[in-house]
């Protein structure tokens, strides 16, 4: 069945790191591939998407490229604010139509 | 545009009370979805609607959940003889397909503990 895997967190970085998130997954066909983010008491939040192979999914400086290849959807940003602590998810969509997801990154950004 | 909304927000119960969860999805949009998020875990999906149709619902945890969307909008998740193992965050989504994308939409979780 379809599966992510997401790097293990937490991950602690200081303000104006660049932030690498792993992930992959397995599935069958040609899943769209999503992060997700979830603040401190809110609600889980589409953070940017990818529909097909070598797309590139990108929103608030955060962006991911979909490899096929690797079967990876890494999430990046160039230079983390305090604002971006957060959890971050990894998520594909598959031949079904629900969301299969990994298990979250904690991110925290220090002054 | 107000979101996909949940309610409770929060939720205590004794163990062997039954509970019911409602979400109002953005309107309309067709596709309504039930996850389930334990602490450090990612959103375990339970089932979905499209209109009043429950396509799918073997992911359901066991014979004590059920879900219903009796007018193709708002959805009721019940969860009977609770037990503390059911303790866990119940998310609901909804989403409109257009064209390839689908993009699910996530209301704020009704927090459920069990004691």
């Known amino acids: 069945g379809d599966s992510v895997t997401q790097m293990e967190g937490p991950v602690t970085l200081s303000e104006e790191a660049f932030l690498t998130i792993n992930c992959t997954y397995t599935?069958?066909?040609?899943?769209?591939l999503f992060w997700y983010v979830q603040y401190p008491g809110e609600g889980l939040q589409l953070l940017l998407k990818?529909?097909?192979?070598?797309d590139k999914g990108s929103n608030k400086g955060f962006e991911a490229t979909y490899r096929k290849e690797t079967t990876s959807f890494h999430l990046e940003k160039g230079s983390v604010q305090v604002s971006d602590s957060a959890v971050y998810f990894c998520a594909l969509r598959g031949s079904a139509r629900q969301l299969t997801f990994g298990s979250g990154t904690q991110l925290t950004v220090l002054p | 545009d107000t979101g996909v909304s949940q309610d409770p927000r929060h939720k205590i119960t004794k163990r062997g009370q039954n509970v019911t969860f409602r979400c109002d999805p953005i309107?309309?949009?067709?596709?309504l979805y039930w996850y389930r998020q334990t602490l450090g875990q990612g959103p375990e999906f339970l089932t979905y609607?499209?209109?009043?149709?429950?396509?799918?619902k073997s992911r359901l945890l066991s014979d004590r959940f059920s879900a219903e969307r009796p007018k193709g909008s708002f959805s009721t998740l019940e969860i009977q003889r609770t037990e503390q193992g059911d303790s866990a965050m119940y998310l609901c989504a909804s989403s409109f397909q257009s064209g390839q994308v689908e993009t699910q939409y996530f209301g704020p979780g009704t927090r459920l503990l069990v004691l």
């Open positions: 599935a069958t066909g040609y899943p769209s």
């Open positions: 309107s309309e949009h067709n596709r």
């Open positions: 609607f499209q209109n009043e149709a429950q396509l799918e």
């Open positions: 990818a529909t097909k192979a070598d």
